[in-house]
DNA sequence: GCTAGTGGTGTATAATTTACACTACTAAAA
DNA sequence: TTTTAGTAGTGTAAATTATACACCACTAGC
């Protein structure tokens, strides 16, 4: 035991997971059954396990309570406020996560739009709050908007979940110069059927999306 | 006390304190005195006291082990890998702080060059290369440069700072245009006096730098 | 008064970003 | 079978932003 002569907080783990659905940017709040702030709304969050490291905690954490399985995850900052819990002292690290798809979430979580996210329990408003920020900032600069889009997908697809996460319309021919330009993203050769419109073209990344940081 | 069946990780604070010297970016090691890693440098950091808010901490810590009072300060992410500190299970919140001038340190206290780190105890080597990263990138899109400068400074002075940080040589014409360009540098009116050359005009931020995020 | 050292200034070119409209293909309805 | 609705795909010109570049002038010290 290291010399330390003060109470330990407790560490948990929050996570932010975002997906991208009918043009909606939305985030994953569970209903809590635990007191305190019991009925609230909150993010899926849970104690750091002895051993386990945070990245760890976050991705279990997202599984067992929410039943999702994440693509993309990152550290988005530590909030260590010392009346954030009223219970005692709890420290935070955040994670965000973003993901694809529609996957079969536990029942008590749903799915909010963040232009209509409820009240929440302890500062996780804040916690949200910051991070689509940060999601929206590093939208433009890294490649982390490929994480709500399949492995494989067509540029307009891409582009209605960009105009989600930014909130504004972008302009077709410019998007798709943009996206093309560094070469990291290629024609699979195949496209899309269906829909009472052309066949879209199927683009896939030439590398994975990693934690692009 | 919360229902919290693991044993509590112990929470620090690192803090990494950046300026710029005769052109160097340097940062501000301690000399441990008490184990592990006794005799090892290692970034100044301390417990998380209750009821203490985290940037506190990074505060405080600075002022006990550092003796320096700090200008900019912002959180860089938390580390907490089960074996980063081979007493027990630490996870440590690292802050990252610019000052300017020279303040008297701590006679533990060294400042090193970023380009020449001695080995450094824990994970702090790690911690310290994220750091650099994050200032390099933060530079050119935050305020955060003019945390290294007085509340009033040359443009010259500024440029060899900002040269410094980045390793790079600024154009001087378009350094100047860049850092005029939002209007939130202004002229003083006053000039310098001494130096074997003309005077240079002295400016000021219209805001004071804050934590820019 | 001469020299070393550096503060201060503008313009032309290149690169990047933005604005913008039509054709053609598919599915479904008439 | 024809028509219609919906949307994939494509290029260029203009505006903005970033880059490259050289000389004069002022001060201190010799």
Known sequence: MVEYPFPRPAVTVDT???RVTDAVLEVLLIRRDASPFAGSWALPGGFVHEDEPLEATAARVLGEKAGVTTYHLEQLGTFGAPDRDP?????SVAYFAIINGDPAVDKNAEWFSVDDVPPT???HDHIIATAIQRLRS???YTR???AFVPDVFTLPQLQRTWEAVLKAPLDKRNFRKMVMADGQVIATGEKTRGGAHPP???YRTIQPIRETQ
């Open 16 to 18: 932010i997971v975002f």
């Open 87 to 91: 219970r005692d002292r709890v420290i």
């Open 121 to 123: 329990a302890f500062d």
């Open 138 to 140: 590093k939208l433009t």
């Open 144 to 146: 982390i908007g490929f």
């Open 200 to 202: 879209a073209m199927l």
